[in-house]
């Protein structure tokens, strides 16, 4: 008998038989595209491992220093179906305690599944600073303090950064068939005493998925951080959370320790981190000194947790159930969700609440036939369900029998529709229109959905449909889309499912733009259309509208996808915006590109360098690096060589940022605030308040390191449309420009949502020949925005002119006058729905004295201005106002030496809402039928623009001679 040759084996082979694909191995050239997870936050790349089957993939990332919540590699970083490839996990970190992670130094592949077994990776490490989560520097009650017998005498009973004898070893697995990834951490004391430790994991989920736990319901998971004293006694046992995504959830279940029974698991959520602590009964207890994991010298245990996937909540209850060997006697319930009259209602949430206390318990998504359902404990419950577009299912009870089938059809009422077809007048000279970008708003009564059960009112409790977060959803207001068509013909939207009512309709495009306003009565079934014209009615010829603090879902505690933070941004009216999500560095410009909005705005990637202790800083433009972890931020924290800001400006220049800027500088916990900026006017100094601040050995950083360097280029002013905070950071920016120190002053959003803090409200206009997308240069723009040459606004359209006699200057330029007086002129255009009353004129004023509460200390302006607006019409047909004022400025108003002239105006009386939503309230007439009367608006926000400062050089030598120099 012959050989048979290899040659023809592998020919019989590719004919009749499929050679087995290994599940587990390093990321390459080769297998990269057929392994590598899509979305905004996939972090996988080349180097990587990874483990993967037929029903998902689960991506390691290999060793090293890759600063974000896990700053170190060797955690799952990417879980996914294998079919879908979309990825809802930021990473999951394992950590000793508060204050200690892993460091994981070498990964390897134990077992590639070949052999038909589960696929296998472990990565081994050692104990490492936990610095992107720093306990102590969070408030001075979690500080570790002691007396002089070296006794704790605070709260926390032990030092969270002490280095620790532990060796770690992490096994990840994944089996043939499983839908569901095993990580197992196995700490061992090298030491030669015994270890008290307070172990869990970290997930990192950002606003991609809705979290869910069993009586919270779609809320953040776990002890409500909202009572502090009652947190911190708060018993809670978690043994499992889920993520609800489109189409798909992600459940994350914990094993607790291996070697031992059933424990507590405490789970906390923090802004996008589920934080679970195994083994701890409550928030006190993990300040204790004694732990739950105690390691005898030479000792090693383990603890661990499986994240699985399935369709819904319901899917992960029953896998958890399984997995777990629940006893709980179960049926099972089947179920469609239809519209009365018509089909399947796909994608409706249905919600089972306890009968009693309304709490949630599951969850279940109908597919594409309307079909849901699965195991549930034998029991009776309220069952309802909602898709948000629909009046409010009022539910009805359903009896689950102990291992039989229950059958429950639910029916819901069918939704109205809303339709759009408005174009707009894009230049104030013309009159050609053109569907552009717009947003729709719809004002009604509505139904909130945020809990309890549910009937034909608001509900209250826990949320059993949507993540509020998510949808920001609740009357009075509903509804809104942003559309990059203002039709819902033309574009990829359809027309706008609703619950039917009455609804007063709000078309815009920002501040420069009139409204389209219509009092809609929308029956079930109908369809409604909003139509008519949006005109340009602000003249911004030389100024390009600006946002340059923008989120969307890269960061952890914002909810917006891309697609959709695109649409709000041109809908708002922005030309020219930064990306700055939370240590992420972002890049929208090749979806710009893809949606064909290159002529509507332009986008450069930046960051927000979010430390946890002395504020946030953006710098932008940074360039995402390729095959790095969320584009390779700024590493602030460092390890236990933390950079001082001074030096971290340094590094956020280093990799490329043009601009640096300071963010809600006296918002609490925010850079001066953190601090507690002090300024020593005839002194010439800036130092930091060591009362108020951390000290920079607690930090890490080297011992006498400066906490304020005037190494930026811009301070937000005006963060989101807070005047109060306003006012705080203008006292700072005054005595600044009175030092010599010549930060740019800007307005920006800060907007982390959908719709209630849009992009641009407020924005920053920069001066500019080329003042409409595409820009010829983008860094001429920002070099102007760093020179001054803007003014920030939330909608009013401000010129400031200081001249003496054929000399003149305006925002950041500096005019030499011959003689006096100086003549001040102001300019202002407003759109008709909002205006101002009056112009605010400050003069090389300071403000030493920083005592008191910085957010409620009014400034006095140096002279004030009434202003009284005149409606013009536009040849585009619509109607705009201005207002202009002029002031003659001598020697009893100027100082005697070189100074700042700072003009900002302001609309008493007047109100943006309900274009920009915050702080507005609405009150409804339903027998009403006009706009005005159906919907009553109150409150909102006032209009507010101020310019950066125009210095004067009265001594005549050329430069700005500041009053109190820098020393």
């Not at 989560?133 to 709260?155: F, M």
Request: with cysteine.
């Amino acid at each position: 008998m012959h050989p048979v040759p290899l040659a023809v084996i592998v020919a019989l082979c590719t004919l009749g038989c499929s050679l087995e694909r290994p599940a587990a191995g390093i990321i390459d050239d080769d297998n990269a595209d057929s392994i590598l997870l899509r979305g905004p936050l996939a972090a996988g790349t080349i180097g990587d491992y990874f483990l993967r089957n037929d029903r998902l993939v689960a991506i390691v990332q290999k060793p090293g220093r890759i600063f974000g919540p896990g700053p170190y590699g060797g955690n799952l970083i990417d879980v996914g179906a294998t079919e879908r490839r979309d990825d809802p996990l930021n990473e999951a970190i394992p950590f000793m305690q508060l204050g200690l992670t892993a460091n994981f130094t070498s990964v390897r592949v134990v077992d590639d599944g070949s052999a038909g077994g589960p696929a296998v990776i472990e990565a081994e490490g050692e104990d490492a600073i936990w610095d992107f989560i720093n306990i102590q520097t969070l408030s001075p009650l979690l500080r570790y303090e002691t007396d002089e017998n070296g006794n704790a005498v605070g709260l926390l009973k032990f030092d969270p950064s002490a280095d620790l004898p532990l060796s770690l070893r992490a096994r990840y697995s994944l089996g043939k068939h499983d839908t569901h990834v095993e990580a197992r951490y196995f700490i061992r004391n090298t030491g030669a005493v015994k270890i008290d430790l307070h172990p869990g994991f970290a997930i990192a989920m950002p606003g991609a998925v809705e979290p869910f736990t069993p009586g919270r319901g779609f809320d953040d998971p776990g002890v409500d951080l909202s009572d502090p004293l009652s947190a911190l006694t708060m018993e809670m046992d978690t043994p499992f959370m889920a993520y609800q995504g489109d189409g798909y959830a992600l459940g994350v279940h914990s094993v607790d320790f291996l070697d031992a029974a059933a424990v507590k698991r405490l789970a906390v959520g923090v802004v996008g981190m589920a934080v679970v602590m195994v083994g701890d009964k409550n928030l006190l207890s993990v300040l204790d000194v004694k732990g739950p994991l105690v390691l005898a010298p030479g000792e090693e245990r383990g603890l661990g947790f499986d994240l699985v996937l399935g369709r819904d909540v319901g899917d992960v209850r029953t896998w958890v159930a399984a997995k777990s060997g629940d006893p709980t006697a179960v049926g099972e319930l089947q179920g469609t969700v239809v519209e009365r009259g018509g089909g399947a209602v796909p994608g409706a949430r249905v919600a089972l609440l306890d009968l009693q206390d309304g709490d949630v318990l599951l969850s279940f998504v109908a597919d594409r036939d309307g079909r849901f359902g699965g195991k549930v404990p034998a029991g009776s419950y309220h069952i309802a369900a909602d898709d948000l577009a629909r009046l409010p299912d009022p539910g009805r009870q359903v009896t689950i029998t102990a291992g039989a089938v229950t059958s429950m059809p639910i029916e819901l009422a069918p939704p109205g529709h809303v339709a759009i077809e408005v174009q707009s007048a894009n230049a104030v000279d013309q009159s050609a229109l053109a569907f552009t970008p717009c947003r729709l708003l719809l004002i009604g009564q509505g139904y909130a959905r945020d809990g309890g059960l549910c009937g034909p009112g608001p509900c209250t409790g826990n949320v059993p449909f949507r993540h509020g977060k998510r949808f920001e959803l609740g009357a009075p207001t509903p509804y809104a889309a942003h559309l990059l068509h203002c039709s819902t013909g033309l574009g990829p939207e359809a027309a706008l499912a609703v619950v039917p009512g009455k609804y007063l309709a709000v078309v815009s495009r920002g501040p420069e733009y009139d409204t389209v306003v219509r009092l809609l009565d929308v029956a079930a079934g109908a369809t409604v259309t909003v139509a008519g014209v949006l005109h340009r009615v602000v003249d911004s010829k030389g100024y390009v509208a600006g946002d340059f603090h923008v989120h969307q879902l890269p960061s952890l505690d914002s909810v917006v996808e891309l697609e959709q933070r695109l649409a709000s941004v041109v809908a708002a009216g922005i030309e020219f915006f930064a990306t700055t999500d939370h240590d992420v560095v972002s890049d929208l410009r090749p979806l710009v590109a893809l949606l064909g909005l290159t002529d509507q705005v332009e986008t450069i990637p930046g960051v927000e360098v979010s430390t946890i202790d002395l504020g946030h800083f953006n710098g932008y433009p940074i360039e995402p690096r390729a095959g790095m972890q969320n584009g390779d931020p700024p590493d602030w924290a460092g390890g236990r060589a933390r950079p001082s800001p001074g030096e971290l400006f340094d590094r956020m220049r280093l990799r490329g940022a043009e601009v640096v800027q300071v963010n809600h500088p006296r918002m609490r916990r925010s850079y001066f605030d953190a601090i507690g900026m002090k300024v020593d006017l005839e002194g010439g100094t800036i130092y930091h308040d060591p009362r108020v601040a951390p000290s920079p050995e607690l930090m890490h950083m080297a011992p006498g390191s400066a906490l304020f360097s005037p190494n930026f280029d811009t301070l937000e002013i005006y963060n989101g449309l807070a005047q109060g905070s306003a006012e705080a950071a203008m006292r700072d920016w005054f005595n600044l420009l009175s030092m010599g120190l010549r930060p740019t002053g800007v307005a920006v959003s800060d907007t982390h949502g959908v719709f209630n803090r849009n992009p641009g409200e407020p924005r920053t206009y920069i001066a500019a020949k080329d003042d409409r997308p595409p820009f010829a240069s983008v860094s001429e723009l920002l070099q102007n925005l760093k020179a001054g040459h803007v003014f920030g606004s939330s909608g009013p359209q401000l010129t400031a002119v200081l001249s003496a006699g054929d000399q003149s200057a305006t925002f950041g330029d500096l005019l030499t006058p011959a003689t006096l007086p100086l003549r001040l002129d102001i300019h202002v255009e407003t759109a008709t729905w909002y205006g101002v009353s009056a112009a605010e004129i400050f003069i090389t004023q300071t403000y030493a004295d920083q005592s008191g509460d910085s957010s409620t200390l009014a400034l006095s302006p140096t002279l004030t201005l009434p202003l009284a607006g005149l409606e013009v019409t536009r040849a585009n047909g619509g109607v705009g106002k201005i207002y202009d004022a002029s002031v003659d400025l001598d020697a009893l108003q100027l100082p005697e030496g070189d100074g700042w002239i700072v003009v900002r105006v302001r609309g008493v009386g007047w109100s943006l809402y309900p274009v920009c939503l915050s702080g507005g309230n609405v009150t409804f007439d339903p027998a009403a039928t006009t706009p005005e009367t159906f919907a009553v608006l109150s409150g909102g926000s006032e209009p507010f623009a101020f310019g950066n400062p125009i210095f004067f050089d009265r001594n005549a030598n050329g430069v700005y001679d500041p009053p109190f120099p820098m020393r």
